[in-house]
């Protein structure tokens, strides 16, 4: 079975603080696809990153990083010296062609920085 | 267009009445998605288009609900006899088929049963 666990519901740091966004999937996939998406208050979902299964390195783009850990079925979302336009529901996804192209989406972080 | 376009983007309806939500994908992308979100809740998956195969409705919560593409681009997501609880957001995104790809969102359409 495909599933995207993020077991952080809500958190919330002060500005400038780093912070980390836990995503666990389960699949039997040896290929597969992880994403990130953010939800600003605004609504429309926007796209961070795409992971495939044969890469693991890691991924920094700005303030933003990702750790993808095939060990421990994790692609976990870390935002350094956090910001107020960074506060928005985050939402981690599999995808994959045993899937049928379907998406898997977590149930979300809600993501609040205090300035 | 540049992006998926969906309408209305805020529809209010008494309960009872049947609404019709339009979504229209980026072009030439061959899979199509809709999704629901509660408010403060996840996504929920309702349908999937992909081409010309049958489409996967697997998530559509009940009998009420049903979406076509016509011509393998726009969508209409109807929901017959509302109910408040199908006040949501409606997601339609659009992809290009293959599995390299993520998907592109639309801004959604908020629907209010009254």
């Known amino acids: 079975a495909q599933k995207v666990t993020q077991a952080q519901t809500e958190i919330s740091v002060v500005e400038k603080e780093d912070v980390t966004l836990d995503c666990v999937y389960e699949t039997r996939d040896t290929t597969y696809y992880l994403f990130w998406y953010k939800q600003p208050p605004s609504g429309e979902l926007v796209f961070l990153i795409r992971?495939?299964?044969?890469?693991?390195q890691n991924e920094i783009s700005g303030r933003y990083s990702w750790n993808f850990q095939k060990s421990t079925s994790s692609f976990n979302f870390t935002i350094t010296a956090s910001q107020v336009v960074d506060s928005a529901v985050y939402f981690c996804?599999?995808?994959?062609?045993?899937?049928?192209?379907?998406?898997?989406f977590g149930t979300g972080t809600s993501l609040t920085v205090i300035p | 267009g540049a992006g998926v376009s969906q309408s209305p983007s805020n529809k209010v309806t008494e309960k009872g009445k049947d609404v019709e939500l339009r979504c229209d994908p980026i072009?030439?992308?061959?899979?199509l998605y809709w999704y629901r979100q509660s408010l403060g809740q996840g996504l929920e998956f309702l349908i999937y288009f992909q081409g010309n195969s049958a489409p996967d409705k697997s998530g559509l919560p009940s009998d009420r609900f049903s979406a076509e593409r016509t011509g393998g681009s726009v969508s209409t997501l109807t929901i017959q006899r509302t109910q408040q609880e199908d006040s949501a957001v409606y997601l339609c995104a659009s992809h290009h088929g293959a599995n390299t790809g993520e998907l592109f969102f639309g801004e959604g359409s908020r629907l209010t049963v009254l």
């Open positions: 072009s030439g992308h061959t899979a």
């Open positions: 992971r495939n299964s044969f890469d693991e």
């Open positions: 996804a599999l995808s994959g062609p045993n899937t049928g192209n379907q998406f898997y």
